[in-house]
T-cell receptor, first 112, second 114 residues
């Protein structure tokens, strides 16, 4: 079962920042937060991941609260091409497997 | 192009038949993961292989099997197909066993069982 809670849908105006929240109140100390997105039946795309520090890459920023119970994915200047389902996943990169359990995600609609 | 190649892109077959889906991981990646996505179930983890060995199993039916070959490509075999097996099947790869730095997904195979 997915260990995260995300709003089912959100809207964002083109050019504005999109802030996608994720609740993971039962996260363990060794679990990372991963974000992926899926654009209309294409293969999911890795966006970013983090453990406890905030992370930034060319696609997005990830802000993790100090208690690690929630996080926010920030797309700084959303475009129409960012319309997608965004998945927040927690997973511990240890042991023999890297399987990820996807939940229902947040459908982000970027509007002109 | 993500670097993960899945063939065929589309497949239409009849109930009771058997099909094989193929995946070539990104160059240098040793892990291969298979996921099924149907309209009502979302993305479901099926199975993971690392360097030829099975590492984890998810909700994979007994009618389904997979393997990873010495050249690291993987095949997912689906037999005695039912209408409910119609779905998108995605393959993903990662360089390590734990997927620490994230996966790269292929573009999927759309299977339609009629």
């Amino acid at each position: 079962d997915a260990k995260t809670t995300q709003p089912p849908s959100m809207d964002c105006a083109e050019g504005r920042a999109a802030n996608l929240p994720c609740n993971h109140s039962t996260i363990s100390g060794n679990e990372y937060v991963y974000w992926y997105r899926q654009i209309h039946s294409q293969g999911p795309q890795y966006i970013i991941h983090g453990l406890k520090n905030n992370e930034t890459n060319e696609m997005a920023s990830l802000i993790i609260t100090e208690d690690r119970k929630s996080s926010t994915l920030i797309l700084p200047h959303a475009t129409l091409r960012d319309t997608a389902v965004y998945y927040c996943i927690v997973s511990a990169p240890s042991g023999n497997t890297g399987k990820l359990i996807f939940g229902q995600g947040t459908t982000l609609q970027v509007k002109p | 192009d993500s670097g993960v190649t899945q063939t065929p892109k589309h497949l239409i077959t009849a109930t009771g038949q058997r099909v094989t889906l193929r995946c070539s991981p990104r160059s240098g990646d040793l892990s291969v993961y298979w996921y099924q996505q149907s309209l009502d179930q979302g993305l479901q983890f099926l199975i993971q292989y690392y360097n030829g060995e099975e590492r984890a199993k998810g909700n994979i039916l007994e009618r389904f099997s997979a393997q990873q070959f010495p050249d690291l490509h993987s095949e997912l075999n689906l037999s005695s197909l039912e209408l409910g097996d119609s779905a998108l099947y995605f393959c993903a790869s990662s360089v390590d066993r734990q997927g620490t730095r994230g996966y790269t997904f292929g573009s999927g195979t759309r299977l339609t069982v009629v």
